[in-house]
């Protein structure tokens, strides 16, 4: 294992090539980047998806100009532990944000590079507006290298104030190469929906009558041979899963309330591309549109978070360029906790971190042939909040499988056919027929843990 030393050396030597890369690039029309992220959307949450029960046209917009990548991952169903993924470019488990932390100074550790830092390094003009959620503080821009950073703090109508923010700052830095992040904290709001409290950004209407509301998913149900050590630690804090009791009318009501949030949050993006317009970069700027997380839409009777299925780990990915590309859909393994800082190096021309192993998506929308991954590792650690509740999980996913496995009670794995159990109903990890594809994704886990130096303690 590296010595915080080496790690030092490897990041100075790094800087020293991307400062020469980049006086060098900037001779050349270098894209500009906006990363676009909301909050606790789950793949499914757009009309692009094939979702009736909402309209999302900037996410629309998006999806008909690029690559959305519907097999899309967080790193871990959860705020701080995904976005500090996403800024970073490693896991939870390698930078040990394994729960939600404050914004303190003194957690960050200075080898641990953050995607502000390489692109200011590497010449581009840095913004940062909206949701923060990182433990770095804001004001220390010169470990998370965003030079321009606003509307971070949380108050009524933040995700209204951030286009206003974003257009300014494209204003400014028309002229030159930028990367500007616009984070949402919609559709989070649901959480304050589900348990009667204001919401922190938008207002919204009371729901309609359940028979006017969405119908419910056809994994509604808790799946047979689930371990039960998910729902004990659902019941540990009644604020953030008041829904263990609800009845399907409520489902369907809180479905339709994540809806109306989706798309409030989509209009805002879309004033977001709308200044690219108004101040002539919009041909010029690559997009990439994301969510730190998704939701549990209730689907299993799961809101919120940090749970291994399908829709509270599977996120919006689209890679987009407006005007510039053919819209397509690709189904390709991405997490973007891991893949989004190498592909925006590789479109701006800038030498990723070699510390980084993620995949360059820009490669597989450049050459749809080209296979960067077949098999994807995500993790998930619950917490109530900052603290840890003591249950890990791992989960392996492949084109046709999923394996879930938990490092605590009598039933800890679950096996899914994706292809023919897209809602993660059947638990084949308990059916004899099916104990050498167990095995195998069995091994498979244990030996990525060994290879990439993951401690996790099932195995």
């Known amino acids: 294992m590296k010595t915080k030393t080496h790690l030092g050396i490897y990041v100075v030597v790094w800087l020293v090539c991307v400062l ?3 006086a060098h690039a900037q001779t050349n029309q270098r894209p500009n980047i906006l990363l676009i992220i909301t ?6 949450a757009m009309s692009a998806a094939g979702n009736h029960g909402l309209h999302t046209p900037a996410m629309d917009r998006l999806a008909a100009n690029g690559v959305r990548f519907s097999r899309a991952y967080c ?3 959860l ?9 970073s470019g490693k896991m939870p488990y390698q930078t040990g944000f394994k729960g939600n932390a404050e914004e303190r100074d003194g957690q960050w550790p200075d080898s641990l590079l953050m995607m502000g830092k390489i692109f200011q390094t590497a010449g581009y003009k840095t913004g940062y507006v909206g949701k923060w959620h990182l433990p770095v503080p804001v004001a220390k821009v010169s470990q998370h290298g965003f030079e321009t950073i606003q509307n971070t703090n949380f108050q009524d109508y933040n995700d209204a104030a951030t286009p206003s923010f974003c257009a300014s700052f494209i204003k400014q830095h028309k002229a030159e190469p930028f990367l500007l992040v616009a984070s949402f904290l919609n ?14 950004m938008d207002l919204l209407a009371s729901a309609p ?3 006017q509301c969405p119908p419910l998913p056809a994994n509604w149900q808790i799946p047979a041979n689930e371990p039960a050590i998910v729902r004990e630690q659902q019941k540990v804090n009644t604020n953030t899963y008041p829904t263990v009791n609800w009845t399907a009318d409520q489902w369907r009501q809180y479905r339709w309330a994540y809806n109306r949030l ?4 989509d209009n805002y993006i879309g004033m977001v591309l709308g200044s690219l317009k108004k101040y002539g970069v919009e041909q010029n700027t690559i997009i990439v549109f994301t969510a730190d997380h998704g939701d549990g839409y209730g689907a299993h009777r799961w809101n919120q978070k940090q749970i291994l299925y399908e829709e509270a780990a599977r996120i919006p990915f689209i890679v ?3 005007g510039q590309w053919k819209g397509r859909t690709d189904d390709m393994l991405v997490c973007n906790g891991t893949d989004i800082i190498p592909t925006i190096c590789g479109f701006a021309g800038i030498k990723t971190p070699p510390v980084l192993k993620g995949a360059d998506i820009g490669k597989r929308i450049a050459h749809p042939q080209t296979s960067l991954r077949d098999t994807l590792v995500i993790e998930t650690d619950f917490a109530d909040n900052s603290k840890l509740l003591g249950i890990s999980g791992r989960a392996v996913i492949t084109k046709d499988w999923k394996y879930i496995v938990y490092d605590k009670g009598t039933i800890r794995e679950q096996l899914f056919n994706l292809q023919k159990d897209p809602g993660e109903m059947n638990n084949l990890a308990v059916q004899p027929a099916f104990s050498k594809q167990l095995h195998s994704m069995r091994a498979y886990l244990k030996q990525w843990c060994a290879k990439n130096k993951d401690t996790f303690a099932a195995l």
Do not use: M, N, Y
């Open 39 to 44: 909050d606790q959307q789950t793949a499914d």
């Open 187 to 200: 559709p989070h709001d649901i959480c304050e929906w589900a348990r009667g409290d204001e919401l922190k």
């Open 20 to 22: 020469i890369s980049g």
């Open 262 to 265: 989706v798309e409030k949050v």
């Open 75 to 77: 790193a871990q169903p």
């Open 320 to 322: 987009s360029r407006l």
């Open 79 to 87: 705020c701080t532990p995904s976005r500090t993924a996403i800024f």
């Open 209 to 211: 009558p359940p028979s």
